[in-house]
């Protein structure tokens, strides 16, 4: 499995170089991280959609990448590790938003209230599926 933590070692190696480009081999730069070539090259991919880098690929797996302002922005506000920390604050908050608001309704609204709070159980403790 692709983790948030591996994305942000990926990410910092190429944020880290002192240039605003860099190189890389898909199947020899993924051993490092202990991704298979497709895995590595699923990361890249993302990277490249989410505009953080753009690539230019040769034979051989051979990629060389232009890194964008955005990545360091990115990589400096927490990337990935942090996205995943704020989405998990988020919905803590809104279940805590919701028990609250089930405790405040008028009992003609319990039941909807009640809905709601168990949907906002169920994304709780879908948050353990993050970690």
Known sequence: MISSQTKDRILSKFVSVSTMRCATNIKTDCKAHDLTSAEYSAIIDQFEK???IECSRYLGGNIMICISV?????????????QEMLLKANIEKLGLELDKLAK???PEHLATAQKIATIGSAIMSAIGYFH
């Not at 955005?70 to 990337?79: I, K, L, M, T, V």
């Open 50 to 52: 989410m505009g953080l």
């Open 70 to 82: 955005d990545a360091h922005d990115f990589y400096s506000r927490g990337g990935f590790v942090g």
């Open 104 to 106: 405040d309704l008028a």
